[in-house]
């Protein structure tokens, strides 16, 4: 079986529906459709079966899936070898981060680079997903994280500081309201609240409850800019913003690393040494705004 067929299996098994695997594939979903029921033909199997809302796997399917999942693995670590042979300042690099860290740490630095190194392009992945560096989803993660995986290699910039801010027009409408757990808190969802704070966010402020709920931290900034409550920020977002005030302390317990990531099989090519080097020292460059130094702060009380 051709591997460009184990690609759209894989792709619709991952995504679990047509119009999935087609955003993933970068090509129409009437193309998927037909390759699906193309390739069902010509082995005589059912490869998925059609549910209401999702593409499942039959027994014939899984099989396929995990003998695709090997083949790409391996297709991934012969790509990963060979491109780590690489010695040119030429050529394109894929980077995953969020979408903060691109707006307030990170575009200026890029901007650098690409004037330093013109021949080399750079593809920019916003998004809080995790890409998979193994499988050449991305060649460079730029994240905040605690834990990153064992099998990647990296530079660590420094820890993010986080703390509590608050516009300056909801903080005067609210001036009487000396007590943090009083006023209106700014967060997000339960799930992502937990990976964000762990529990140590519950132990410090046992009292509070969001009231307004979000999924991306621009979306606490946003809200925040509105004057909608209070919420916790990275340092480098709510001091970047002059009608923002942090409102209690740095919260030491709650910060994170911020780390350059990618796989060792790829981090001699020149161009991804370069480009690791070149961001890192220019991140450094922030670091006062990163773990936030200097921050000026309007104290409320526990």
Not at 97 to 107: G, I, P
Not at 276 to 292: N, T
Request: proline fraction near 3%; hydrophobic fraction near 40%; glycine fraction near 4%.
């Amino acid at each position: 079986m051709e591997w460009d067929n184990l690609r759209y299996i894989l792709a619709i098994a991952r995504a679990k529906s047509i119009a999935g695997a087609a955003r993933q594939l970068k090509v129409h979903h009437t193309t998927v459709f037909r390759r699906l029921n193309a390739l069902e033909e010509s082995l005589g199997v059912r490869v998925f079966e059609r549910l209401s809302t999702e593409y499942v796997l039959t027994l014939a399917g899984e099989q396929m899936y995990q003998n695709a999942v090997e083949i790409e693995e391996k297709i991934a670590t012969v790509e990963r070898h060979i491109s780590g042979q690489d010695r040119r300042l030429k050529g394109s690099i894929r980077v995953t981060t969020t979408a903060s860290l691109l707006r307030y740490l990170l575009t200026p630095c890029f901007a650098a680079f690409i004037r330093e190194y013109p021949e080399i392009e750079l593809e920019i992945l916003e998004s809080n997903q995790q890409y998979n560096l193994t499988k050449r989803d991305a060649d460079i993660a730029i994240r905040t994280t605690n834990n990153p995986p064992e099998h990647l290699v990296g530079r660590k910039i420094g820890r993010t500081a986080i703390a509590i801010y608050a516009s300056k027009n909801y903080l005067f409408a609210n001036e009487k309201i000396d007590n943090i757990t009083e006023h209106t808190w700014i967060g997000l969802e339960e799930s992502l609240a937990r990976i964000m704070y762990s529990n140590k966010l519950k132990q410090l402020l046992p009292q509070f409850e969001f009231q307004y709920q979000v999924n991306t931290l621009m979306g606490i900034l946003y809200a925040l800019l509105n004057d909608m409550g209070i919420g916790l920020l990275f340092c480098y977002m709510g001091n970047s913003e002059p009608n923002l005030q942090s409102v209690y302390p740095i919260i030491p317990e709650l910060a994170k690393d911020l780390w350059i990531l990618t796989h060792p099989d790829i981090r001699h090519v020149a161009r991804i040494s370069i480009f690791v080097d070149f961001i890192a020292e220019a991140l450094k460059s922030k670091i006062e705004l990163i773990e936030g130094i200097d921050s000026v702060t309007r104290k409320l009380k526990l």
